[in-house]
Nanobody, 128 residues
Framework: QVQLVESGGGSVQAGGSLRLSCAVS????????MAWFRQAPGKEREGVAE????????YYTDSVQGRSTISQDNARNTVYLQMNSLKPEDTAMYYC?????????????????????WGQGTQVTVSS
C-alpha cells in the first residue's frame, strides 16, 4: 500500500512559481509510476506530468511542457512538481497519484485509470 500527501499549493499571481510536494509512505521501495493530475471546477481530471521512479523518465502534458518539472528525491521519498510562469488557467486542485508499476508510455500515459493510489489534493490558485 502507498499513502500520498500533497503540500505546497497556494495563491500566486500570474507569472509566479510554486513547488508542489508529494510525500510517499508505505511501500517506498518498489518501483512506481508517479504523476500529478489537476482538476478545475466543472472540468475533468487532467494529467499534468508523470515520472517513472525506476529510470526517472518523465512525460508532460502539452499545456505545461517547458514550464514545469517533475522530479523525485529518493532520500526523502518525495516527488515534486515545480511550476513556473503560472497562468490563471493553471488554477485547479492538484493531486498526486501512484501505481506500483513502471510507467507505461502509450495509451495509459497520464490516464487516471492507471493509478491506484491518490492523495487528497492541494489547491493552486493563480490570479491575473
Amino acid at each position: 500500500q502507498v499513502q500520498l500527501v500533497e503540500s505546497g499549493g497556494g495563491s500566486v499571481q500570474a507569472g509566479g512559481s510554486l513547488r508542489l510536494s508529494c510525500a510517499v509512505s508505505g511501500d517506498t521501495y518498489s518501483r512506481k509510476c508517479m504523476a500529478w493530475f489537476r482538476q478545475a471546477p466543472g472540468k475533468e481530471r487532467e494529467g499534468v506530468a508523470e515520472i517513472d521512479t525506476g529510470d526517472a523518465d518523465t512525460y508532460y502534458t502539452d499545456s505545461v511542457q517547458g514550464r514545469s518539472t517533475i522530479s523525485q528525491d529518493n532520500a526523502r521519498n518525495t516527488v515534486y512538481l515545480q511550476m513556473n510562469s503560472l497562468k490563471p488557467e493553471d488554477t485547479a486542485m492538484y493531486y498526486c497519484a501512484a501505481v506500483l508499476n513502471s510507467c507505461s508510455w502509450g495509451a495509459v500515459t497520464l490516464a487516471p485509470r492507471y493509478f491506484a493510489h491518490w492523495g487528497q489534493g492541494t489547491q493552486v490558485t493563480v490570479s491575473s
